[in-house]
């Protein structure tokens, strides 16, 4: 009923939404999410998450054939698009994909990211390296923020995420380079948000701790290259702080479901470290 007394059906409806929305765990009913990277890991884990509160996804990755079996994977709600991130027309195609399938892009997440293998001293840097993980993860997350800020702006909403690292917070964390661009995303993210709160659109990102998924297990494997896949994952479980658990690529989905949300509506310029708190009070040794 409403405030004079009548029943409304629309009334009605519109609480029954809300309900749902609050209390039955789908947080993101009706959005549309683009992820990039999303064919595996952090990624896929978020898309899993997004779908089971409620939104629509699109799963843009450079592997075509693991995005399109992740988006049969996870059903009706995902669709799948090839996608380079280091080339801006890839991610404004697949910006626009999301607007012709599903007429507007409510969550940009620059989720994909590379870490390629370079000798650990800087004397001897391949520059063309470096080069190389700029490209993906920050000039890709810079282009998918420009074209995301491109639908988001006329409609005066949305939520921008990307994926940091704790190498982005402290140094000593993974490659030079690989930590330069983490850094820098971090920045990105902050300067995208001043500009962007004017339109109602929120920027934040997350910088997770290690978790062996492909990208982790490659550079580890490097660094213990006389151990078996599974001693270096348990080396990488181990490496925490934090007494009885490990990272998991679904803690770091939680708190994109989070930053996402209207829960984290007054949330923005934020970088949501995932470390177990690592990054508060130890180095690591390895
Ligand atoms: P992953 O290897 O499981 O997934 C990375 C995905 O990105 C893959 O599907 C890959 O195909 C895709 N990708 C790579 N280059 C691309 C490009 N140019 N265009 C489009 N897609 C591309 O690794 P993950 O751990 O899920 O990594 C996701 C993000 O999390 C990355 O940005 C990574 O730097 C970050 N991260 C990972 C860890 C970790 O320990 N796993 C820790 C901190 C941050």
Not at 94 to 116: K, P
Not at 132 to 139: A, C, E, G, I, L
Not at 196 to 206: E, F, M, S, T
Request: neutral net charge; contains cysteine.
């Amino acid at each position: 009923y409403s405030e004079n007394g009548s029943y409304s059906r629309a009334l009605v409806a519109e609480n029954f939404h809300r309900f749902l929305s609050t209390n039955t765990g789908r947080k993101l009913q009706d959005k549309v999410a683009l992820i990039t990277g999303a064919a595996s890991g952090i990624g896929k884990a978020t898309a899993t998450q997004f779908i089971n509160n409620g939104a629509k996804v699109i799963i843009a990755d450079i592997q075509q054939q693991s995005g399109q079996e992740t988006a049969k994977e996870l059903g009706p709600n995902a669709t799948f698009i090839t996608c380079d991130v280091s080339k801006e027309l890839d991610i404004s195609r697949a910006v626009d994909f999301a607007i012709s399938e599903h007429n507007q892009l409510d969550i940009m997440y620059n989720n994909a990211g590379i870490l390629c293998s370079n000798p650990p001293s800087i004397v001897d840097l391949d520059l063309a390296l470096f080069d190389k993980d700029m490209s993906t993860n920050v000039h890709g997350a810079m282009a998918g923020m420009k074209h995301a800020a491109r639908v988001m702006i006329p409609r005066g909403s949305g939520s921008i995420l990307c994926t940091a690292s704790v190498s982005g917070v402290m140094g000593g964390m993974g490659t030079h380079s690989y930590s330069v661009s983490k850094f820098a995303l971090i920045g990105m993210v902050k300067s995208l948000a001043s500009e962007l709160c004017k339109y109602g659109i929120r920027v934040n990102c997350i910088s997770p701790f290690i978790i062996p998924t492909p990208i982790a297990m490659k550079h580890m494997s490097e660094i213990y290259r006389h151990l078996d896949a599974h001693k270096v994952v348990e080396i990488v479980n181990n490496l925490g702080v934090l007494k009885g658990a490990i990272c998991e690529a679904n803690d770091i989905a939680n708190a994109a479901l989070y930053l996402a949300s209207d829960d984290a509506k007054y949330v923005s310029g934020h970088n949501l470290i995932v470390d177990g708190g690592f990054t508060s009070f130890k180095n690591l040794d390895y």
